[in-house]
């Protein structure tokens, strides 16, 4: 079978363009552009008050833009040569010639990375995202994508998203269906060879389910999303990806078959042949299960098999607490796989193996344990995860010490042309040259930001803080308008915010031991920072709890009812329904970032970076990325609990201190001109540690000179596989 991606249905419909700009059609449909300065730009040129109402989604802005409009723009000069440029760029990305890995190895000619995730987060359009896990994953392709790492990328297709986030008056959330219109999103289903719409087939519960795959082009890098929703399916078959992370243990125990099983055989089906393949979480780990499957029907003998799919697999795990890892029982694992390991020419027991945890109920099937026995190559997100990893999986190797267990770390990146926004890089091109992107290699670059002009640096951060309170406006209006029905409502989204005030951001998911509400334990000492005269502080939260967590809708229920309490002023803020363009919004608008995980269930939190490739500071406590990342001068740092003390009330103290005796004072402190002299330079140091150590691309090149590569070329190491 080939990969003839075909436009069926309407889906992604662009209506004609003149033949002047009639490549905008292409840049819209390859998500590319949403990290290409020039091609949002060229965007929001055509129209740009539908440019902010269409969320900065390319393909609804040409479909509802008035022609007239079209007509101008191809006939402006100024607008053809924005477009000349944008077209240049898209040419090259169409070759990896010039870039980062092929010019690092020159000789290197393989098979792709194949990167098996069970989410994506790539932009506000296509929502099969829940957060950091996807965040990341879209991350790692657009990076992948800028170096020229050959990496095909592999996840579920979610009809219906995660969820839509509604709070009732009472701050009680609400989860609705995400559902989103493909036409508006740049995806195109994918044929058969015979042109029916499904690609390849697997058993699950004893029925056989077609399983079809829409692709998705990021840069270089194509993502093929796996769908049931067929007609050729059971009806019950057709829901099992609807929803991410919907259902209980048994809908997941399905999606996560289909994403490993069904994702292999859409590749071999598409005659894509990578050489390494790497598994994304837990989820994923099915995939190097079906690989051992695809070997021992080739003739391999188990173990054989086993040792083959290690050589070439890379396995990450992002949980540092027990509890969050997959497992299953035995009962619903054989329900849906059936006896595999017959066609595996092994028994039950040893395949039951795979997924043995020796410290935990055996009668579970442990996902994560699964892919660590069929990966030769491990890691956690960060430094202090990897530590935490060791300690956690050396069950897996008794016998061997803690500090010899064969788990790395890589720590996370975020993208920087992502997240970065444009008026910081527009600075940066005044500072270090335009061609500063091209040159994120060269030692010693981001040693430039600490020379920016301090007033500079302050101006574009207000022009970002106005348009953040802006956004904040214009959304709570809108939702005024549609549903809301309580004054209230209004006030707790921000609208009373103040752009001179010290503002400070939290959002990321509301989990019990991410501790939004952790600022809250002393209502009176909250009170008396927020509502001091001369130098006020202001918060805003955003975030959503998993449908299922109860205690964490408890915490933003709580946050919510701090929002509206008029004690404080109208200088606590929710934002409701939390996704990527909110995100964008809230990273390069607060002026500080408050991150407080309790010590050491963080495995990175990468929300931080963010904000700090905007020169944002951060406040956070020791655990994820901060525990390396914190240098003393790009942010503040709480201190880890002694043992034995109450770490929440520790933490409280800390946080309530350092805000009161070192954040508030530096915000406020002003020289002649109104300028936070003290405050630019823990920005600046901001922007410098972070573009220098955790960007993607940053991460991903660790990822190929560490993993990639040395599996692509099978070089010799020491594996140690587990023993346990």
Same mark, same amino acid.
């Given at each position: 079978m080939s990969d003839n991606s075909t436009?069926?249905?309407?889906?992604?419909?662009?209506?004609?363009?003149?033949?002047?700009?009639?490549?905008?059609?292409?840049?819209?449909?390859?998500?590319?552009?949403?990290?290409?300065?020039?091609?949002?730009?060229?965007?929001?040129?055509?129209?740009?008050?539908?440019?902010?109402?269409?969320?900065h989604n390319p393909i609804a802005l040409l479909q509802q833009v008035d022609q007239t409009l079209i007509e101008q723009c191809s006939r402006d000069p100024e607008f053809l040569r924005m477009y000349d440029t944008v077209l240049a760029e898209m040419e090259r990305e169409n070759t990896n010639a010039d870039t980062w890995f092929a010019q690092a190895y020159p000789e290197l000619e393989t098979g792709p990375v194949a990167y098996f995730s069970a989410e994506y987060g790539l932009h506000n359009s296509v929502p099969i995202y829940?957060?950091?896990?996807?965040?990341?994953?879209?991350?790692?392709?657009?990076?992948?994508?800028?170096?020229?790492?050959?990496?095909?990328?592999?996840g579920p297709f979610y009809h219906r998203g995660y969820f839509d986030q509604k709070l009732r008056p009472d701050g009680w959330q609400e989860d609705g269906d995400d559902r989103f219109n493909t036409g508006l999103t740049p995806i195109v289903p994918l044929k058969g060879a015979g042109g029916e719409p499904h690609l390849t087939t697997l058993i699950a519960d004893g029925r056989t389910i077609h399983v079809g795959a829409w692709k998705m082009m990021v840069g270089r890098v194509a993502v093929y999303l796996l769908d049931t929703n067929l007609e050729e399916n059971h009806p019950d078959d057709r829901l099992l990806l609807h929803k991410l992370y919907a259902g209980?243990?048994?809908?997941?125990?399905?999606?996560?078959?289909?994403?490993?099983?069904?994702?292999?055989?859409?590749?071999?089906?598409?005659?894509?042949?990578?050489?390494?393949?790497?598994a994304n979480e837990g989820h994923a780990a099915f995939m190097p299960v079906e690989r051992v499957r695809e070997f021992t029907v080739g003739g391999a003998a188990f173990d054989e098999a086993v040792q083959r799919v290690r050589t070439c697999g890379v396995f990450t795990t992002h949980t540092p607490v027990p509890a969050g890892h997959d497992t299953f029982t035995l009962e619903q694992l054989e329900h849906c796989t059936g006896p595999v390991w017959d066609e595996m020419s092994t028994t039950r027991e040893k395949f039951?193996? !795979?997924?043995?945890?020796?410290?935990?109920?055996? +009668?579970?099937?442990?996902?994560?344990?699964?892919?660590? $026995?069929?990966?030769? %190559?491990?890691?956690g997100v960060a430094r202090k995860h990897g530590t935490t990893s060791r300690q956690m999986w050396q069950c897996l190797w008794p016998g061997v010490e803690v500090d010899d267990v064969p788990i790395g770390y890589v720590t996370n990146g975020v993208h920087l042309a992502t997240w970065m926004s444009n008026l910081l890089m527009d600075l940066l091109d005044e500072h270090l040259g335009t061609d500063w992107g091209a040159r994120l290699d060269e030692s010693g670059i981001w040693d430039g930001v600490l020379s920016l002009d301090n007033d500079r640096l302050w101006s574009v951060h207000n022009e970002r803080k106005q348009r953040l309170l802006n956004f904040i406006d214009d959304e709570a209006r809108r939702r005024w308008r549609e549903s809301w029905t309580e004054a209230s409502q209004v006030v707790s989204a921000g609208t009373l915010l103040n752009p001179e005030? !010290?503002?400070?951001?939290?959002?990321?998911?509301? +989990?019990?031991?991410?501790?939004?509400?952790?600022?809250? $334990?002393?209502?009176? %000492?909250?009170?008396?920072?927020?509502?001091?005269?001369?130098?006020?502080?202001?918060?805003?939260?955003?975030g959503k709890a998993h449908p299922a967590d109860d205690d964490g809708k408890r915490v933003l229920q709580k946050v919510h009812s701090v929002a509206r309490d008029s004690q404080f002023e109208g200088r606590v803020a929710f934002l409701e329904d939390y996704d990527m363009h909110i995100a964008h919004r809230l990273v390069e608008g607060v002026d500080l970032w408050l991150n407080l995980p309790r010590v050491p269930l963080e495995a990175c939190g990468t929300s931080g970076m963010k904000a700090a490739l905007n020169a944002v500071p951060q406040v956070g406590t020791a655990d994820g990325w901060w525990a390396e990342g914190y240098t003393g001068k790009n942010g503040w740092l709480i201190p880890e609990a002694p043992e034995g003390e109450d770490v929440d009330a520790w933490d409280a103290e800390h946080l309530y201190k350092l805000l009161e005796e070192d954040v508030v004072p530096l915000y406020y402190e002003r020289d002649k001109r109104g300028i936070p002299v003290g405050w630019i330079e823990r920005m600046k140091n901001a922007l410098a540690i972070a573009g220098s150590h955790f960007t993607a691309r940053y991460m991903v090149q660790q990822y190929a000179k560490d993993y990639y590569v040395p599996a692509m070329r099978r070089d010799e190491f020491n594996d140690i596989p587990p023993t346990s």
């Open positions: 436009e069926t249905n309407g889906q992604t419909a662009i209506p004609v363009l003149p033949e002047s700009i009639g490549g905008l059609a292409d840049v819209a449909t390859n998500l590319s552009w949403c990290w290409n300065r020039q091609a949002r730009t060229l965007f929001a040129r055509v129209d740009p008050i539908l440019w902010r109402m269409t969320r829940s957060g950091g896990l996807g965040i990341l994953s879209g991350d790692h392709c657009k990076a992948s994508s800028d170096l020229g790492v050959p990496l095909v990328a592999v209980g243990p048994e809908l997941r125990l399905r999606q996560e078959w289909i994403l490993g099983v069904g994702g292999v055989r859409v590749l071999r089906a598409l005659g894509i042949k990578p050489s390494v393949w790497h039951l193996q !795979l997924g043995h945890h020796p410290g935990l109920d055996s +009668a579970r099937f442990h996902m994560t344990a699964t892919a660590i $026995r069929l990966s030769s %190559r491990v890691n005030k !010290l503002t400070i951001g939290f959002a990321r998911r509301f +989990a019990t031991y991410k501790r939004a509400d952790l600022i809250f $334990r002393d209502a009176q %000492r909250l009170k008396r920072l927020l509502t001091d005269y001369w130098r006020p502080v202001q918060f805003i939260f955003a």
